[in-house]
């Protein structure tokens, strides 16, 4: 028997997901990704402790699985998307890594967003705020010294391979879902830097290799610090939404993919492409297919920032009795309905699928209004976002899907999964594995390794639906009333966050003078 080890670094929780090659998860541990906000619209993450808080993770991990580092077959990262890693020209850590949700780019974002039709046709991709090509030009802009220390641009899951394998490697998938790479030729293009103001950093990106290929082998001095076998080999991954889609056996359009965890990412593989008036992305996926995606930072996150405003009191009074926050609002979804929040939240703590200068919002309090019920009103909000980017999707697939795969922090909750699908109108299905990102990343080791030909094969063989949630037509109906004007607010208030923004950019001038 194969034994498959994922280190799966995302924005809210880094985990070490131990799966065997028939997918059965074996053993896992965790932490809480060490998140740092200097400043407004700043997301980042220390990365001179980073290999040392995976290793002891890895090491609960094995223990959990009750097996020993030599039995570890291969291993692989996965990590989100976006963001940038960069190292120096000695290979060294010199700056924070900066993560997904990272807002700092948007006026630059939103600039270069009106005359996207100049590369369009190579990337096919949008422009947003926490692309690597947008973060370096703020950087340039902003923090030239910095900037000129660059030595090498990595993603996430890439720059902990690194550190593993001491090979500095861009995977593919990841690099094209960054603004990185020529969809068509499946290359680095100078001329996509060139558009972005930073041609000089085509000198600095590494080698692309495929999810599937080995990377390299872990180090010995890897070995000391996680406690793996040197010689282990490592296999390049992928970043989370390609993990989650495979991991959920979604690899054509007649499933949707969609994670509700950090960000909100809604895909389904085509051969197509999305077309520029779609607002859509595309990337390669790991089976070669295009992946078309409609994202934001618009999900579960959100809850968990809301909760620590709202329950604060809550969570520490839970913790005191031996209890989980999420014992009462399993408990609070269960006892109320579709009509029981008469008021909306605007998921934009970290962004917005709308506006750029959008930010979150309650509309709809009265001085009768309870936590519960906006506590509720946050479930149905980040729901809501997740229908916005599902409707840009069916636009271009002109069909349904026959379910959707449903994965995240959303998926703990079975009365949450029960109102994305009322919300959304569709069957939302649910696979056996817990850890998806975990579970992808075995699928590809167990390719890489030979255990399976082929991915599709792969995934055959490891996945399984385990549960599957049928639309209620009552709360449907009501949804799809409180939808309507969750979107007419949303149009609403267009004018009126740029105002926002404006006067918050004055009053922080006036505060500083």
């Not at 085509?202 to 070995?223: E, Y």
């Not at 618009?298 to 009074?317: F, P, V, Y």
């Not at 980040?382 to 449903?406: E, M, S, W």
């Amino acid at each position: 028997m194969n034994y498959f080890l994922t280190i799966d670094n995302g924005g809210t929780n880094t985990k070490v997901v131990i799966c065997n090659e028939l997918g059965q998860q074996l053993g896992l541990a965790s932490f809480p990704t060490k998140r740092i906000s200097p400043q407004p619209d700043f997301q980042e993450i220390k990365l001179s402790t980073l290999l040392v808080d995976i290793g002891r993770v890895i090491q609960e991990a094995l223990h959990n699985a009750h097996l020993k580092a030599a039995q570890i077959s291969a291993v692989t990262v996965v990590g989100h998307g976006k963001g940038l890693y960069a190292l120096n020209n000695e290979g060294k850590i010199f700056m924070n890594g900066i993560l997904s949700t990272d807002n700092r780019a948007k006026g630059i974002a939103t600039e270069l967003n009106q005359q996207l039709v100049k590369i369009y046709a190579l990337s096919h991709q949008q422009i947003m705020a926490s692309q690597a090509p947008v973060i370096l030009r703020w950087l340039k802009d902003n923090q030239p010294a910095k900037y000129n220390q660059i030595g090498y641009i990595l993603s996430n899951k890439d720059f902990i391979r690194y550190l593993l394998t001491g090979n500095i490697l861009q995977e593919l998938g990841d690099a094209s879902g960054n603004n990185l790479i020529n969809l068509t030729t499946k290359q680095y293009d100078t001329r996509l830097y060139d558009f972005f103001g930073i041609s000089e950093i085509s000198a600095k990106l590494p080698p692309l290799i495929n999810a599937t290929d080995l990377a390299g082998h872990i180090t010995s001095q890897a070995a000391k610090i996680t406690g793996l076998v040197s010689g282990t080999p490592v296999y390049g991954g992928m970043f989370d939404i390609d993990a989650c889609a495979l991991a959920t056996g979604v690899l054509d359009d007649s499933l949707f993919s969609m994670i509700a965890g950090t960000w909100n990412m809604n895909i389904f593989p085509s051969h197509q492409l999305a077309p520029l008036d779609s607002g859509l992305m595309n990337s390669i996926f790991p089976t070669g297919d295009n992946l078309i995606e409609a994202s934001s930072p618009t999900s579960a996150g959100n809850l968990d920032m809301m909760l620590k405003i709202l329950l604060a009191d809550e969570i520490q009074n839970a913790k005191q009795n031996h209890k989980s926050i999420y014992d009462y609002l399993e408990q609070m979804l269960d006892t109320t309905k579709a009509d029981y929040a008469q008021l909306f939240f605007f998921p934009f703590l970290y962004g917005s699928n709308v506006n750029p200068n959008a930010e979150g919002a309650f509309i709809g309090l009265q001085s009768s209004t309870t936590k519960t019920e906006m506590i509720r009103a946050v479930y149905e909000g980040i729901c809501f976002a997740h229908r916005y980017h599902l409707d840009q999707l069916l636009k271009i697939l002109g069909h349904n899907p026959t379910a959707i795969r449903v994965s995240g922090g959303a998926c703990n909750s079975k009365h949450w999964v029960q109102m994305f699908a009322d919300v959304l109108n569709l069957p939302v299905e649910i696979t056996a594995a817990t850890e998806l990102g975990g579970l992808g990343g075995a699928i590809t080791c167990a390719v890489g390794r030979g255990v399976y030909p082929d991915l599709p094969t792969a995934v055959g063989k490891m996945t399984q639906v385990t549960a599957q949630y049928q639309p209620c037509r009552e709360e449907t109906k009501i949804y799809n009333q409180k939808y309507q004007v969750y979107c007419s607010l949303l149009q609403a208030l267009d004018g009126a966050w740029n105002n926002l923004s404006k006067l918050k950019k004055e009053l922080n001038v006036h505060h500083d003078n």
